[in-house]
């Protein structure tokens, strides 16, 4: 084996193992009783754990003998400084797995532990000071070197001990000051415990959030067969175990037993007979003692195979790395907690988005599966307050409809449903049926609004850190969800209100194609952030017939919006039919309406208004007396194409005292002419870096509707108007296009 830099090798003892399994527990005992024989008791464990792996790996993977060579490194004075093994085989050709240590959180949890080759160098890299894989012609070496404490280096040689001696267990990891990923130190743990009391497996269960009571998930196993439960009750009897604290032996685990529990059925199924455990104590209890918060196990499939004694070993161990363990499971609950706020943060903005109540409702089921159940069904409360169905969600989009027709046949589940008897599931439908089910209700300001029911997967259960997430959430839902239903309902009512004050249609006109095209500030195209007050717009139109033959056209903006805009409209609206159909002129009509305005004090708004009289004339065209009350001009398309300005602008009503001096201004339609009406949420319509629309980009659009009729005209103009802009419209709008027809 040569020499090293610390010292020369000595008490060489070397052994040859045949290529068959069974050789492996030779060649363990064979390495033990060597590192025994030098007194090296402080690296018995690993010399034991890590030459086991690089046996199996030559027996069983190179398929050929394996010779096993055990040295003791000595200093110049002739102490033992370290252990040095070597295992060799005669399969030179084949590739050394290299060891992939993990080295953050993103590592599989078992995949140590499934590994089928490899182990030996992956713990020869976590425990060795040194390791090396040298290569001949005929054979490929393996070693590794141990270093003895410094306490031990000048220790005499001491005889074996008895066979009953307690093993001196080594966390895997003696360098760290901590685990830095609990499952793979807790499958490192399940296999080198398997390994040192040479049973056929073993596993470590943790209680759930470290109580006991909410039961025991198993988080690590070695050579145990598939299918376990992953949550079960204490294995013993829940008094030992809860209160007590002790190590346990159960002879056989398919004889008849009062602590019988699902994990011992299924071991006791799988073949594997005997088994002793150990709880892991270190969190303080009852007058100080150790209340234990999780459970070691090995398990043999011969009956009667562990004794008292390798029980109370099993303690020894577990309490050397119960601290550790308690320590790990800490941390990975405070990273579950953060994991859980930042899950609530993300949650809370993708809510705080929404305004519909249906998209509320069809976030949360989003945001709960798959993350925190396998799916779920969310009901709200209609009208009369009957539960019904709103939506359900599933991991797999090809069991949707199914688990939609169970929950509708099955009916809305209340807080006390479990699995099992809801929904009702047979035939096809089995395979929804869930682990568990939590039902969490939706309740904001002291009223309830629905249920939001999570399903586990079949063979889950919801640990209690995803439970109290989901209630969270469930509180975040029904807040936001009670919001969106408040603004959904002062939504409609604006809208009804909206649409009191707009003419109900748009009547046919002799001699005139009239469409109009409106788009109040709080329609339910434009973004939910809007306030209350920009529900009903300022903006307003109407035709209404003054006497048989002559029309009267209005198109308006009141200042602001909301229900004082609201108010000047319907004011606006009324005044305009009641002086219109009096007989007055226009000019008349407007100075009226503006003393009103006036008379109406601080809730007055000052309005825009354009106002017109329209009749037909027996040639065909359509005769307009107008007056532009502090409104955008209108724009007229003629017969060629070109567009004109088709009245001045007037005093606006609401502001000037006494007569604003209004006079009315004629305009003539021939047929095939067009008059395009707008208000300033039109022309003002603005695009990124401020740049307006205003009425010459208007007049553009007008310029190429020749062949259109009205309601192709204000069509064109209303997409026009849109695509201007970068964002959805904010601002009222409202068009209206007139276009001369000839027929009287």
């Known amino acids: 084996m040569g020499s090293t830099a610390d010292g020369a090798v000595a008490d060489l003892r070397t052994a040859v193992f045949g290529p068959d399994p069974s050789a492996v527990g030779p060649a363990r005992a064979f390495v033990r009783d060597a590192v025994r024989g030098w007194g090296a008791q402080a690296v018995l464990d690993d010399a034991v754990l890590i030459a086991s792996e690089l046996v199996t790996n030559a027996v069983v993977h190179a398929g050929t003998a394996a010779e096993v060579s055990c040295a003791l490194v000595r200093d110049e004075n002739g102490h033992g400084t370290a252990v040095r093994v070597e295992v060799a085989d005669q399969h030179p050709g084949r590739t050394v797995p290299t060891p992939r240590i993990p080295l953050d959180d993103d590592a599989e949890p078992l995949e140590f532990a499934q590994q089928e080759s490899g182990r030996g160098l992956y713990l020869s890299a976590q425990i060795a000071s040194a390791w090396g894989v040298q290569y001949t012609r005929t054979r490929k070496q393996i070693w590794f070197l141990l270093p003895l404490p410094e306490g031990a280096k000048s220790a005499p040689p001491v005889p074996e001990p008895p066979p009953t001696g307690p093993i001196r267990f080594q966390p895997m990891t003696p360098q760290r000051a901590a685990v830095e990923d609990l499952d793979d130190y807790l499958a490192l743990t399940a296999e080198k415990i398997k390994t040192l009391l040479d049973a056929d497996g073993a596993f470590i269960l943790l209680a759930e959030d470290g109580d006991l009571d909410a039961g025991l998930r198993l988080r690590a196993e070695a050579g145990l067969p598939p299918g376990l439960p992953r949550v079960t009750a204490a294995p013993s009897a829940a008094g030992r175990i809860g209160l007590a604290g002790l190590p346990a032996v159960y002879p056989d685990l398919a004889g008849p037993s009062e602590h019988g529990t699902a994990l011992i059925g299924a071991l006791a199924a799988a073949g594997l007979r005997s088994m002793v455990t150990a709880p892991l104590s270190s969190t303080p209890g009852v007058a100080g003692s150790l209340r234990p918060s999780g459970l070691i196990a090995v398990v043999a499939r011969e009956p009667d195979r562990f004794t008292e004694q390798d029980a109370v070993r099993l303690g020894e161990d577990a309490d050397r790395i119960a601290a550790l363990v308690e320590s790990a499971r800490l941390a990975e609950a405070g990273r579950a907690r953060r994991g859980a706020l ?116 079949p063979d889950g259960r919801f640990p209690h850190d995803t439970a109290e997430l989901a209630w969270d959430l469930g509180r975040r839902v029904a807040v936001t969800y009670d919001s969106a239903l408040a603004y ?94 009096e007989g007055l002129r226009p000019p008349a009509v407007l100075s009226r309406l503006n003393r009103a305005i006036l008379d109406e004090g601080e809730r007055g708004r000052f309005l825009t208004l354009l106002y017109a009289e329209a009749e037909p004339r027996p040639d065909g065209s359509l005769a307009l007396a107008l007056v532009c009350a502090g409104h955008p001009p209108p724009l007229v398309l003629r017969t060629d194409g070109t567009v004109v300005i088709g009245a001045s602008s007037q005093p606006l009503l609401g502001v000037i005292e006494g007569d604003p001096g209004f006079h009315v201004e004629s305009l003539a339609l021939t047929p095939g002419e067009t008059l395009l009406a707008f208000t300033d949420g039109a022309s003002e319509r603005r695009r990124a870096g401020g740049e307006m629309l205003e009425a010459e980009g208007l007049a553009a659009v007008l310029a190429d509707c020749r062949s259109l009729s009205a309601a192709g005209v204000a069509a064109r103009v209303q997409r026009a108007v849109e695509e201007f802009g970068d964002a959805p419209l904010t601002d009222d709008m409202a068009v209206m296009v007139i276009r001369a027809t000839g027929e009287i």
């Open 342 to 457: 930042s899950f609530l943060a993300e949650a809370g903005e993708l809510l705080a988005g929404s305004l519909d109540p249906d998209r509320t409702l069809a976030l949360a089921a989003q945001l709960v599966v798959p993350s925190l159940a396998r799916w779920c069904a969310v009901h709200r409360l209609d009208e009369a307050g009957r539960p019904v169905l709103a939506l359900v969600w599933h991991a797999d989009e090809d069991l949707h409809d199914r688990l939609e027709k169970a929950v509708l046949e099955s009916g809305p589940p209340t807080t006390e449903s479990v699995a099992g008897v809801w929904p009702k599931l047979s035939g096809d439908t089995e395979v929804l049926r869930p682990g568990e089910l939590l039902v969490v209700p939706l309740q904001a300001r002291g009223r309830q609004l629905g249920t939001l029911t999570l399903a586990a997967a």
């Open 488 to 581: 959904a309902g002062r939504r409609e009512t604006a809208h009804a209100l909206q649409s009191s004050l707009l003419p109900p249609v748009v009547p046919e006109v002799a001699g005139a194609d009239i469409a109009v095209v409106y788009h109040p500030a709080g329609s339910a195209l434009t973004p939910a952030h809007l306030s209350q007050d920009t529900l009903v717009g300022g903006d307003f139109y109407d035709v209404f017939e003054i006497r048989p033959g002559c029309w009267g056209l209005a198109i308006g903006d009141v200042c602001g919006t909301g229900a004082q805009a609201a108010a000047v409209t319907g004011l606006a609206r009324t005044a305009l039919r009641l002086l219109a159909r």
